[in-house]
């Protein structure tokens, strides 16, 4: 059984910083690829960023390049999402998700809600003009 905790969420003005944690409760965390969701209300949830299971690979959707940057610390089985010059478009309930162990994936396949296997409950970030 895959669990995953967020924290981090609050409120920030526009311009300022957070940084989202994902902790998991996953035997061979090492071995997942992890993202980031998130979901406005009245829209659909949307790909955010995602980090493969080697570290090597990240994905971001282009509303965020260059300003949130997604991380990994396999030594604590946990996911970071550093976002930073945050908009008020930002503001969603945030996410955090496995993908299928040792799997991989184009843009196109990591950006799919189906992809992932489990969820955490999310987090709040809201971001004031």
């Known amino acids: 059984q895959v669990q995953l905790v967020e924290s981090g969420g609050g409120l920030v003005q526009a311009g300022g910083s957070l940084r989202l944690s994902c902790a998991a409760s996953i035997r061979a965390f090492s071995r997942y690829p992890m993202a980031w969701f998130r979901q406005a209300p009245g829209k659909e949830r949307e790909f955010v960023a995602y980090i493969s299971w080697s570290e090597r690979i990240t994905y971001y959707h282009d509303s965020v390049k260059g300003r949130f940057t997604i991380s990994r610390d396999n030594s604590k089985n946990t996911v970071y999402l550093q976002m930073n010059s945050l908009d008020p478009e930002d503001t969603a309930v945030y996410y955090c998700?496995?993908?299928?162990?040792?799997?991989?994936?184009?843009?196109?396949?990591?950006?799919?809600?189906?992809?992932?296997?489990?969820w955490g409950q999310g987090t709040q970030v809201t971001v004031s003009s």
């Open positions: 998700s496995a993908g299928q162990p040792d799997s991989s994936g184009n843009y196109f396949n990591v950006a799919q809600v189906s992809a992932y296997i489990s």
